[in-house]
């Protein structure tokens, strides 16, 4: 009868060991479906975030710049894409949203200027009003040349510092553009 009770006391340890992996293998499933997964394509899209950077004085350059930005909202609209895009303007940029002539600074408008103010002025306003880019002013320009604020375009943000601004700006993980 001794020798019975041995394959009993095998079956016995082999059940336990078997419901011991069950248990730590739904353990170890249950873990894994709560884990988040670091990149599937079921993770959520994070939020696009580009800086543009205008300190030019060429209307031509911003003109190719407003198109850049446009062309980029409207993909990320069509893809359902959640964005935050700014143009930071520094220096000469100021030229572009302002009706002032800024006559005597180093930022006068020109001949260039002054013909397609007003169709760069509206593409601007509409990337602002239709498209929700966000535009912002170095407040060290703005006052080096003394323009008031009430000078500038409607939804325009003062910030102490353009430069400053774009490198908090991709700290916070925005991309960096500027149009060449």
Same mark, same amino acid.
């Given at each position: 009868? %001794? ?7 095998a #079956? ?21 479906? %709560? #884990? ?7 993770? *959520?899209?994070a939020? %696009? ?6 300190d ?10 407003l ?5 980029? /909202?409207?993909t ?13 303007f /520094?220096?000469?940029?100021?030229? $572009? ?19 397609v103010?007003k169709?760069?002025?509206?593409r ?29 375009? *409607? ?7 353009? /430069? ?9 993980? $925005? ?6």
């Amino acid at each position: 009868m %001794a020798a019975k009770s041995r394959p009993d006391l095998a #079956k016995i340890a082999l059940i336990i060991a078997v419901i011991a992996l069950a248990i730590g293998g739904g353990a170890y499933l249950r873990w894994m479906v %709560a #884990k988040k997964p670091e990149t599937t394509a079921e993770a *959520p899209v994070a939020m %696009a975030k580009v800086v543009y950077h205008a300190d030019f004085a060429d209307p031509r350059r911003l003109s190719a710049m407003l198109q850049s930005i446009n062309n980029m /909202v409207t993909t990320y609209q069509n893809d359902f894409k959640e964005y935050d895009v700014r143009i930071v303007f /520094v220096s000469h940029g100021i030229r $572009f949203i302002t009706d002032d002539p800024l006559k005597g600074t180093p930022f006068a408008e020109d001949r260039e200027l002054r013909a397609v103010r007003k169709q760069l002025r509206e593409r601007i306003g509409s990337l602002r009003d239709v498209q929700g880019v966000k535009l912002e002013l170095c407040g060290i320009t703005r006052e080096a040349i003394n323009l008031p604020e009430n000078k500038l375009m *409607p939804g325009v943000t003062l910030v102490r510092s353009g /430069v400053v601004r774009i490198a908090e700006l991709q700290k916070q993980g $925005f991309a960096y553009l500027k149009i060449e």
